[in-house]
C-alpha cells in the first residue's frame, strides 16, 4: 500500500445474492411499473424467463418480452429492442440471461433515452443522464456485467466491438441466484468461468488497479480456481454455483474500477472478426498475455500465484510467475477449452485492422506492459495453430 495516495472505489449498484434471490424482484417492481425483459431463446428453453413472469403475474405487474438476444448483440438487435420498448410503453429494463442478455438491456436503456447513435455513444458522446432503471439477473457466472458501467455491442458492418462506458450504465439492483444456473452446458460454464478468470487477472495487474481492487481480485481469482471445475461438471451443485458467482462479481467490480488489458484488447478483435464467444476469445490469449507481461510487473506474480493455488514457498518471482501461468493452463486443459483456431476448425488470418484496433484500443492502455503492433501480431498468430497447405 502506498501511503502517499489516495484510494477510491466506486460501487453505487446494489447487489442481492443467495439461492432463491430471484424472488427478490417481486419488490423491485410495482404495479405501475412495465420492465422489458432483454433475454434469449436459451433462458427461455430453460425455463428461467418463466420462473420471472411467474413471480409477475403473483404481484401484478405487468412486463414485455424480447426474447432475440443473441451472441455478441448487433447494434441491429439492440435498434430493434429499443423500438419495442417504445411502442409498448415499457418504463425499465430487465436483462435475463449472460453478458450478452445484459449488455443489451443496458444499450437499449441509452437507446431509448436520447437521439444520438450506439457508434456515437460509443465514441464518446455523453449519454443522457435519464436512463430507465435497469435491474440484471445472470444466468451465468463470468461476465460481470451486473455491476460494470458498460455496455459492449456488435458492430458487423465495422467489424468492431462497441463499448459505451458511463457510471449510468451499473444496473440499479443485481440478483445473483444460483439456482438459475442449474442448466448452464458444461462448455458455457467453462468459457464464462475463463471471461470472469481474465477479469480478475487482468484488474489484478492493470496500471490502475489498487490495495482494493487488487483484494477483490484475488479474492476472485481464489474462487474461480477452486470451484469452477466443479460447477461445470455440475451446476446443479449450489454452493460451487454460489462461489462463482460471487466470483463472477468481485472479478467484474475490480475491473470496473480497474479497467482490463491487453487480453480483452485481442479478445474483442477476434471477437468481431471471427465471432468466436467472448469467453473462449480470453482464453485463447490469457497465458500469452501473462507471459508477456512478467517483465513489467514479477512482483505481482508471487500473490497471484498464490491465489491461484500454487505454493510458492521458496520460489523467486520468476519462478512463481510460471507457475501462475502453469496453473491457468492446466485449469484450461482440464476444461477442454481450444488452444488454437485450427482446433477448433477456424482458418485464422490475420488482417491488419485487427492489429490497429486492438494497439488503439482503450482497454489495452490499461496493460501492465505497453505492447508495440508488433507484438500484437506476433500474439495474435501465437494461437494460430496449424496453417493448412
Not at 488497479?209 to 451446476?235: H, W, Y
Not at 510487473?297 to 491465489?307: G, I, L, R, W, Y
Request: aromatic share 6%.
Amino acid at each position: 500500500m502506498d501511503p502517499g495516495r489516495v484510494y477510491q472505489v466506486w460501487n453505487p449498484g446494489r447487489l442481492i445474492f443467495g439461492p432463491g434471490a430471484l424472488g427478490e424482484i417481486r419488490k423491485e417492481f410495482t404495479t405501475g411499473d412495465k420492465p422489458l425483459i432483454v433475454t434469449d431463446e436459451g433462458v427461455v428453453r430453460a425455463g428461467i424467463l418463466d420462473k420471472v413472469t411467474d413471480l409477475f403475474a403473483r404481484a401484478e405487474v405487468r412486463y414485455d418480452i424480447f426474447n432475440r438476444v443473441v451472441p455478441d448483440t448487433p447494434i441491429e438487435t439492440v435498434e430493434e429492442a429499443a423500438l419495442f420498448y417504445r411502442e409498448r410503453g415499457c418504463t425499465s429494463i430487465i436483462g435475463l440471461g449472460g453478458g450478452s442478455s445484459i449488455d443489451t438491456a443496458k444499450a437499449v436503456a441509452v437507446r431509448v433515452s436520447g437521439d444520438g447513435t450506439l457508434r456515437e455513444y460509443g465514441s464518446g458522446r455523453p449519454i443522457p443522464d435519464c436512463l430507465p432503471p435497469i435491474c440484471a439477473v445472470p444466468t451465468t457466472a463470468g461476465t460481470g456485467s451486473e455491476v460494470s458501467a458498460v455496455a459492449v455491442v456488435s458492430d458487423h458492418e465495422g467489424k468492431m466491438k462497441v463499448g459505451i462506458k458511463s457510471p449510468l450504465l451499473v444496473p440499479k439492483v443485481a440478483l445473483l441466484d444460483p439456482l438459475l444456473l442449474s442448466t448452464i452446458p458444461f462448455r458455457t460454464a467453462a468459457e464464462t468461468g475463463a471471461d470472469a478468470l481474465s477479469h480478475a487477472i487482468e484488474a489484478y495487474l492493470s496500471i490502475n488497479s489498487n490495495v482494493i481492487t487488487d483484494g477483490m481480485a484475488l479474492s476472485a481469482m481464489r474462487m474461480i480456481t477452486s470451484n469452477l471445475e466443479k460447477f461445470a461438471a455440475n451446476p446443479e451443485e449450489t454452493e460451487a454455483a454460489g462461489r462463482m458467482l460471487l466470483g463472477s462479481c468481485l472479478a467484474g467490480l475490480a475491473f470496473a474500477n480497474a479497467g482490463l488489458g491487453l487480453v480483452h484488447g485481442l479478445a474483442h478483435s477476434v471477437g468481431a472478426y471471427y465471432h468466436v464467444s467472448h469467453g473462449l476469445s480470453c482464453a485463447l490469449y490469457l497465458c500469452a498475455v501473462m507471459e508477456f507481461n512478467v517483465p513489467a510487473c514479477p512482483e505481482k506474480f508471487v500473490s497471484m500465484a498464490e491465489a491461484l493455488g500454487v505454493d510458492v514457498r521458496g520460489l523467486s518471482s520468476e519462478k512463481a510467475a510460471a507457475r501462475a501461468v502453469d496453473a491457468v493452463r492446466g485449469l484450461f486443459s482440464r476444461l477442454a477449452i481450444p488452444k488454437t483456431f485450427s482446433e477448433m476448425g477456424i482458418e485464422f488470418r490475420l488482417d491488419p485492422k485487427m492489429v490497429d484496433d486492438t494497439y488503439t484500443a482503450p482497454v489495452t492502455k490499461g496493460n501492465p506492459r505497453q505492447a508495440q503492433p508488433e507484438q500484437i501480431a506476433a500474439l495474435f498468430l501465437s494461437v494460430q495453430g496449424t496453417v493448412s497447405g
